[in-house]
Every structure is written in structure tokens, then in C-alpha cells.
């Protein structure tokens, strides 16, 4: 089974978008939950979104709601998390992950692999 591989980080101003990809290679894709999580210095990971893979339900912090949206192409082996009106507290390193999931993908325990992360700086 593959092990997600994110990019699409950057530094950007604040009010700036940015799109984070995830590829996953090996597995059934389609059948995988796959979330989108950060972890900023010295805080605790935490969620951002999700997208199941039955239905493709979508789930958001409240944090980032309304400016967030996660989508998945299962042609592709890939989900996308697109980021407008950045703001400095989204600094982050974002990680995707992949699993069966647990309700609507909030909890980290749902998701059994992990990708290294990608680094997102929004400087004001």
C-alpha cells in the first residue's frame, strides 16, 4: 500500500490561496477516507478536513471553514486541499493521510498512513 506523498507548499502572503496535493500510490484509492491534517511549532496536529471515500462527504475545522475545500480525483490517486484567504495562523506543516477512517475523518486514529508533510508559511 502507498504511502501519500504531498507538495504544493509554499510562503505566501496573507489573503493568498494555495492548492496542497496528495498521491497515493498502490490500493485501492477509492476506497480510502483521506484526511488533511497540520501541526504548527509547538502545537499539537491538528484536523483540518477530510474526504470519505463513500459519498465523498466532506468534513472541515471550523478554523477553516469557507475558506477550505478538499476534493479527490480516483482517477488520479489524488486529493487536493484548496487554500484561499490565507491567513499567518495556517502556518502549518500539512500532512495527508489515508485509512478507513472513523465517522467523518476527524480523528487522526482513523487513518493508518501517513505522508511527511509540506510546509505552509502565510506571512502578514
Known amino acids: 500500500q502507498g504511502q501519500p506523498v504531498e507538495s504544493g507548499g509554499g510562503l505566501v502572503q496573507a489573503g493568498a490561496s494555495l492548492r496542497l496535493s496528495c498521491v497515493v500510490s498502490?490500493?485501492?484509492?477509492?476506497?480510502?477516507?483521506m484526511g488533511w491534517f497540520r501541526q504548527a511549532p509547538g502545537k499539537e496536529r491538528e484536523f483540518v478536513a477530510s474526504?470519505?471515500?463513500?459519498?465523498?462527504?466532506?468534513s472541515f475545522a471550523d478554523s477553516v471553514k469557507g475558506r477550505f475545500t478538499i476534493s479527490r480525483d480516483n482517477t488520479k490517486n489524488t486529493i487536493y486541499l484548496q487554500m484561499n484567504d490565507l491567513k499567518p495562523e495556517d502556518t502549518a506543516v500539512y500532512f495527508c493521510?489515508?485509512?478507513?477512517?472513523?465517522?467523518?475523518?476527524?480523528?487522526?486514529?482513523?487513518?493508518?498512513?501517513w505522508g511527511r508533510g509540506t510546509q505552509v508559511t502565510v506571512a502578514s
Open positions: 493521510a489515508k485509512g478507513p477512517g472513523i465517522g467523518l475523518g476527524r480523528q487522526s486514529a482513523g487513518y493508518d498512513s
Open positions: 498502490g490500493g485501492t484509492f477509492s476506497r480510502y477516507t
Open positions: 474526504i470519505r471515500w463513500y459519498g465523498g462527504t466532506t
